[in-house]
């Protein structure tokens, strides 16, 4: 199976799709799944776009992530660490870690991202969380809604 780079990242017979069902806690994303495994596999290939200024849902879950960043700047908040990213830039989301991406505000921010097929569902930050992340300076100015 060859899907082809149509041009300014978009794929044969890959629908460009909201980022998630529910529209709230990001801003202006897309999704497209690249590659869906079979169970077997285990693993899907998704590319994710955010447009200048944008953010992703600040989260945390049990399973894993590995980013590589393909278009465009940003920067990232890992745990207690936020990073600027770039072109070819590998993140790795571990297990249970706050995680957040934001583009620059005049570039996107395009990666590739991988995951299990079998996952656990997302879980943002209560109270009690955001407490603790506030307790970060970093963190607390980074983070968004
Ligand atoms: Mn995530």
Redesign the pocket.
């Known amino acids: 199976m060859i899907r082809r780079h149509k041009g300014d990242f978009t794929w044969t017979d890959v629908p460009i799709l909201p980022y998630k069902e529910d529209g709230t806690l990001f801003k202006d994303i897309t999704r497209q799944t690249l590659f869906e495994g079979s169970e077997q596999f285990g693993l899907e290939l998704r590319y994710f776009e955010i447009g200048p200024g944008g953010h992703s849902t600040l989260?945390q879950?049990d399973h894993e992530?590995v980013v590589m960043i393909i278009r465009g700047t940003g920067r990232v908040l890992v745990g207690d660490t936020v990073s600027e990213i770039g072109t070819n830039d590998i993140v790795h989301?571990p297990t249970q870690t706050w995680?957040q991406f934001r583009a620059t505000d005049d570039s996107p921010l395009g990666f590739l991202c991988v995951v299990k097929t079998d996952r656990d569902r997302?879980r943002r930050p209560g109270p009690e969380d955001l407490a603790d992340l506030n307790t970060i300076p970093v963190a607390s100015e980074f983070i968004r809604f």
């Open positions: 989260e879950h992530h989301v995680h997302p």
